[in-house]
T-cell receptor
């Protein structure tokens, strides 16, 4: 089956710890994206990558880091510098550059 | 930068009625406008999109219209069914490969 997988579905961490969220796609898409969703809000872009070994900051990149070593994978690290990390994190990918397809999301809770 | 406003924030209709959700955008350079449906606890699902060289697009019970002059676009759902109940998001993109800018969503409730 082709698609985008995110793991884990739920993640719990203590304040001050870094945590890495996984995103994998087997759609052969070049571009991948990370968005953050807060209750009652739209999605906001954290980082995106159009090709391997290259990525760009989105509107809310502070406190986050990414890597793109393989076309299929785009992990997101939420660092201790992120002031409000509790949120629903969504990964997306795109072949054409406009149509973006989303994974199932990871709900991160930091206490 | 681009800003997308979406209205209404909540919409309740009876099964079989039509539902209309409207969005406005600020950047006239935006050229791609998708609509997503998100069910509780899941990722958004692309349901229909329109590009700036087209005024209207239909897919069975759903349609999207675009008015470039007024910088607004709308989602129309006809013959609504309970399974249409979800949060719907509009979005706009200025340049392919970059960010989608999302509206804040509309919670649609269809009662039978």
């Amino acid at each position: 089956d082709g698609g985008i997988t995110q793991s884990p579905k739920y993640l719990f961490r203590k304040e001050g710890q870094n945590v890495t969220l996984s995103c994998e796609q087997n759609l052969n898409h070049d571009a991948m994206y990370w968005y953050r969703q807060d209750p009652g809000q739209g999605l906001r872009l954290i980082y995106y990558s159009q090709i391997v070994n290259d990525f760009q900051k989105g509107d809310i990149a502070e406190g986050y880091s990414v890597s793109r070593e393989k076309k299929e994978s785009f992990p997101l690290t939420v660092t201790s510098a992120q002031k409000n990390p509790t949120a629903f994190y969504l990964c997306a990918s795109s072949f054409s550059g406009d149509e973006q397809y989303f994974g199932p999301g990871t709900r991160l809770t930091v206490t | 930068g681009e800003n997308v406003e979406q209205h209404p924030s909540t919409l309740s209709v009876q099964e079989g009625d039509s539902a209309v959700i409207k969005c406005t955008y600020s950047d006239s350079a935006s050229n791609y406008f998708p609509w997503y449906k998100q069910e509780l606890g899941k990722g958004p699902q692309l349901i229909i999109d329109i590009r700036s060289n087209v005024g209207e697009k239909k897919d069975q019970r759903i349609a999207v219209t675009l008015n470039k002059t007024a910088k607004h676009f709308s989602l129309h759902i006809t013959e609504t069914q309970p399974e249409d109940s979800a949060v719907y998001f509009c979005a706009a993109m200025v340049q392919a490969g970059t960010a989608l800018i999302f509206g804040k969503g509309t919670t649609l409730s269809v009662s039978s």
